[in-house]
Nanobody, 112 residues
Framework: QVQLVESGGGLVQAGDSLSLSCVVS????????VYWYRRAPGEQQREWLA????????NYSKTLKGRFTISRDNAKNTVYLQINSLKSEDTAVYYC?????WGQGTQVTVSS
């Protein structure tokens, strides 16, 4: 059974940086791309942010404007999302996804 556990969120100030992590269990990590999404307050849909392929190549939503960096460590079954220069509009629950499975999310709240 696939399980994803996100961590690293919290309450931060505008301009700060955060590194989110997602640990994947279930022996499927190294063979699959992994995705980060977020859902802002009041939104029903999750917004796709970034993807990292099995060999570590990143792909980003054009809306992010260079503040986000996705990476993975196959030895640790972990994917990361570094977010710099946080803005109030980054406030959301951040989720990782692999093979259509979701974690519970980690809350990021940015105060201005």
């Amino acid at each position: 059974q696939v399980q994803l556990v996100e961590s690293g969120g919290g309450l931060v100030q505008a301009g700060d940086s955060l590194s989110l992590s997602c640990v994947v269990s279930g022996n499927i990590f190294s063979d699959n791309a992994v995705y980060w999404y977020r859902r802002a307050p009041g939104e029903q849909q999750r917004e796709w942010l970034a993807t990292v392929t099995t060999d570590g190549r990143p792909n980003y939503s054009k809306t992010l404007k260079g503040r986000f960096t996705i990476s993975r460590d196959n030895a640790k079954n972990t994917v990361y999302l570094q977010i710099n220069s946080l803005k109030s509009e980054d406030t959301a629950v951040y989720y990782c996804n692999i093979r259509q499975c979701w974690g519970q999310g980690t809350q990021v709240t940015v105060s201005s």
